[in-house]
Nanobody, 125 residues
Framework: VQLQASGGGLVQAGGSLRLSCAASARIFGSWHMGWFRQAPGKEREFVAA????????DYADSVKGRFTISRDAAKNTVYLQMNSLKPEDTAIYYCAANSVYATMVRGRLRALDYWGQGTQVTVSS
């Protein structure tokens, strides 16, 4: 398994969750990482991305100021800290890795190199 996502669950509106994506060392060392989500009946959408150096991050407008993406080189893991959660954040969250950062930020799903399995996040009102 190249990418392994975890950390989803059920939380009340206003609460917090932290998602983790454990990557193989080969991928983590030089690939840009990101999070995407897919709500029922909707297309998968970009949430956040972080460059392989960790110096650049980008967020979807809908999560700016509430979500934070980070990476821990010692653990080969990327995190998505989600605060002030809203019912509209309910979705399956996927982590992904890609060699081209812009491709990830632009949400070009079919062009991404690696996908992890999803983890369900449910926010109750």
């Amino acid at each position: 398994v190249q990418l392994q996502a975890s950390g989803g669950g059920l939380v009340q509106a206003g609460g917090s969750l932290r998602l983790s994506c454990a990557a193989s060392a080969r991928i983590f060392g030089s690939w840009h990482m990101g999070w995407f989500r897919q709500a029922p009946g909707k297309e998968r959408e970009f949430v956040a991305a972080i460059s392989w150096t960790g110096t650049t991050t980008d967020y979807a407008d809908s999560v700016k100021g509430r979500f934070t993406i980070s990476r821990d080189a010692a653990k080969n893991t990327v995190y998505l800290q989600m605060n002030s959660l809203k019912p509209e954040d309910t979705a399956i969250y996927y982590c992904a890795a890609n060699s081209v950062y812009a491709t990830m930020v632009r949400g070009r799903l079919r062009a991404l190199d690696y996908w992890g399995q999803g983890t369900q996040v449910t926010v109750s009102s």
